[in-house]
């Protein structure tokens, strides 16, 4: 794909075939004929000096001729056509009648006008007569851009279930591929329907054309075809979902009427189980994709006739007026499978809409089943932990010991308790940084989904590699090692934030400050670093200091900077014997003169050292330049940015914050050990199966009130309210079913 973007951008494409459109009245480009050998019947005429007559000219067919004549779609440009083949032995399929693939018939089937043209049936019975009709229908174009499309494709987008039926009478092949880069997913002009000619009678919501692929006596689709990338139609479907309330509407009506048309004849096929290239199913590519409209109605399907049942994700199992109670299917859902829905958008770092995804029931309730069954409990452990590390942390380095490193271990309680600590602080950077590898390396973080899931791992994976490079440093025997400590110590500190994620309020103001890091201070920092460099750049470049100051300059001579402070708090001039050998910094170094002039952002700069130096004009128009674009118009703007930041994340605060407790709480699962993943799966064992018919499923159950809705639909399992095997319980607090599944184990599910 890279490869194609850079030949495109070069001019450099492949002379194969023209780009787009493939057809049109203004660009209709021939395909210059490759030389071939043939056999000339009338080589003798030239001999005998017989020149052709106008008849015999006039009654050629060359592939402009054919071409013009179907575009007008006029029979009466093609009389004579068939008795023009037969005495030149020629048929419509050979290559003298092609255009890189696009034969008379394609043509023809492009430039239908109110449906219909003439000249398709006439070329499809000359075809016929000639004994090419197989390989005349199913020809293809060979261009790589438009490469493997058939007259049935054509006929389909064209909308025209007419040529559809004929072409199929005819024999045209139902699984042909349009696999040219046109139809392929690609950030070009394109449009990918998968391939296939159910998948474009689909994707193009064409319900009659779908209806008589799929039954036809003449030769009906396979369902479950794939093109190239391993899609079927279900999962074309999900490709051509654009989350807006028209396209979403056909979609889900398009795939219901496919799934329950096809279960109705083949009742054991699972459609929804078939998985792409990727090891994507249908609902799990709406959930990689953000397709939400889809998404959701996936997690929401009720079929209540007999036949289509099966169907079902969420199966009513009690109403009492605005109240029921609703089983909801997790397979695929629950992270306790591998690549499961919760896991795809949890960690999905380029699913845009994924915090609004989690919104959506049952994945809002199961995560809060996870939280309060076992991930709250972990979480808080964690954080004991972790002040009990930090703690040490802070210890060992207040009462580090000074002097070159590395130092021998003291034999008293003390140096084995140092030593002991340390060991402690070892291995917990060395855990953080291992996961931080493994995590960063799931999740690919970038600068767009730091914005909703938080810099907290990066910052553990900062704080570990400081450590680790303090303790080479102190193993080598260096002294700077002090400096990657104190380091690492301060981002241990800023690192108990991340337990804020426990607590709704807490977590929320969290999330602010992190959008506010990395949003806003950062484009901030990046403007203000240009101006302070650019206008320190200009101050050395500027002031010149005189020569005969050059000497004084050297020697401390300022009381306001080289004082000591006396007891009434202001300075005291030093006598000159304490001022002798001190180096006074100049503004011709850079380093010095960066800092002063931060210190007139903040509003602490000084002016006196302009005094002993020329072009003082000069600088005084760089300075208040200065001023005003960092200290007055910079520094407004951050705090007007950060004021509508904090708008802005107020309204989809709480959904962030639900989508980081998520990241945390299927990170805990994972460290958990199968067999106790295996005790706390959520969830219990239904048999959901109607008339005898067995249907074993894990669901998961909800209650909802909805006023807008009451009990019209009669398709429930339970007659009464309320589980008949749910444990009494007083009070409001969720409500845990015991249940007795096949292997003899007790499972609950949250009632909330």
Same mark, same amino acid.
């Given at each position: ?23 049109? &009245? ?28 106008? +008849? ?5 067919? &060359? ?109 045209? &092949? ?6 040219? $880069? ?108 953000? $397709? ?12 209540? &006739? ?10 009513? +199992? ?229 020569? +005969? ?144 018919? +067995? ?58």
């Amino acid at each position: 794909m890279k490869k194609d973007r850079l030949v495109s951008a070069l001019n450099m494409g492949s002379l194969d075939g023209p780009k787009a459109p493939m057809d049109s &009245d203004y660009l209709d480009e021939i395909e210059v004929a490759s030389p071939k050998i043939k056999f000339n019947l009338n080589f003798d005429k030239k001999i005998r000096g017989v020149q052709t007559s106008k +008849e015999e000219t006039a009654g050629r067919f &060359d592939i402009k001729r054919l071409f013009e004549a179907v575009s007008a779609g006029d029979v009466m440009k093609l009389d004579g056509l068939h008795k023009y083949l037969h005495q030149s032995l020629k048929k419509l399929t050979n290559s003298e009648y092609q255009s890189y693939g696009k034969t008379p018939l394609l043509k023809g089937l492009l430039n239908l006008r109110d449906g219909r043209n003439k000249t398709v049936e006439y070329l499809l019975d000359i075809s016929e007569r000639m004994g090419d009709i197989k390989e005349f229908v199913n020809a293809a174009y060979r261009d790589s851009y438009y490469k493997g499309q058939t007259a049935l494709h054509i006929a389909i987008e064209r909308r025209s279930l007419h040529y559809v039926q004929l072409l199929i009478q005819k024999g045209t &092949d139902v699984h042909a591929k349009a696999c040219g $880069k046109f139809f392929q997913p690609h950030d070009g002009p394109s449009f990918y329907f998968g391939e296939l000619p159910l998948s474009l009678a689909a994707c193009t919501n064409q319900p009659e054309v779908v209806d008589f692929l799929l039954n036809n006596q003449y030769q009906s689709v396979d369902v479950r075809e794939k093109d190239s990338h391993g899609n079927m139609v279900l999962h074309a479907l999900v490709m051509v979902a654009d989350n807006t309330r028209e396209n979403t509407d056909f979609v889900v009506t398009m795939y219901d009427h496919i799934l329950t048309s096809t279960a109705r004849p083949h009742p054991k096929w699972r459609l929804e189980d078939i998985e792409n290239n990727q090891g994507l199913t249908p609902i799990k590519l709406a959930a990689k994709t953000g $397709k939400i409209g889809l998404f959701e109605h996936m997690l929401h399907r009720e079929f209540q &006739d007999r036949q289509t049942r099966h169907l079902s994700r969420k199966f009513t +199992e009690w109403v009492y007026g605005p109240v029921q109670s609703s089983l909801y299917d997790l397979d695929s859902l629950d992270s306790y499978e591998t690549n499961s829905v919760l896991e795809i958008i949890v960690y999905g770092s380029d699913i845009p809409n994924r915090h609004e995804m989690l919104q959506i029931e049952p994945l809002n309730r199961l995560l809060e089943e996870k939280w309060t069954r076992f991930a709250g409990r972990m979480f808080l452990f964690n954080f004991i932990v972790y002040v009990f590390y930090l703690s040490i942390f802070t210890t060992i380095g207040y009462n580090r010991r000074e002097g070159k490193p590395p130092f021998s271990i003291e034999r008293s309680t003390e140096g084995y308790l140092r030593l002991s600590g340390q060991l402690v602080i070892v291995l917990a950077s060395l855990y953080f940084f291992v996961g931080g590898i493994l995590d960063m390396k799931r999740k690919h973080p970038n600068l767009q989904t730091l914005l909703i899931d938080g810099f907290s791992e990066i910052l553990f994976f900062l704080q570990a590699a400081l450590y680790i490079a303090s303790s080479v440093l102190y193993c080598c025997g260096r002294e700077e090692y002090l400096g990657f400590l104190v380091l690492c110590l301060a981002v241990s500190w800023l690192n108990l934030l991340y337990f804020s994620r426990g607590n709704r309020h807490m977590g929320i103001y969290s999330i602010m400050i992190q959008k506010m890091i990395i949003s806003d201070i950062l484009r901030f920092l990046f403007v203000y670093i240009v101006f302070l460099f650019g206008f320190s750049s200009a101050v050395v470049t500027l002031l010149l200091e005189p020569p +005969e100051n050059n000497s004084s300059a050297a020697v401390v001579s300022n009381s306001t900077r080289q004082g000591r402070r006396s007891g009434g708090g202001f300075y005291e001039a030093l006598p000159p014997s304490e001022g002798e050998g001190c180096q006074r910094p100049t503004y011709k170094n850079f380093t010095y003169t960066t800092l002063e002039l931060f210190k007139f952002t903040i509003g602490m700069g000084d002016l006196e050292f302009t005094e002993q130096y020329q072009y003082k004009e000069v600088f005084y128009i760089l300075l208040i330049s200065y001023i005003v674009l960092t200290y007055i118009l910079l520094l407004n703007m951050l705090i007007a940015l950060m004021s509508r930041t904090v708008e802005r994340i107020s309204i989809d605060s709480t959904s962030v914050w639900k989508l980081q407790r998520a990241i945390t709480i299927l990170d805990l699962e994972r460290k958990m050990p199968f067999c106790l993943r295996r005790r706390l799966r959520s969830g219990v064992e239904k048999d959901l199966g109607t008339h005898g018919e +067995e249907d074993c499923r894990r669901c998961f159950r909800v209650e909802e009130v909805n006023w807008n809705k009451w009990n019209t639909n009669l398709g429930i399992i339970n007659e009464d309210p309320g589980s008949r095997d749910a444990v009494p319980h007083p009070d409001s607090t969720p409500v845990r079913d015991f249940l007795n599944v096949p292997d003899g184990r007790k499972c609950f599910t949250e009632v909330t």
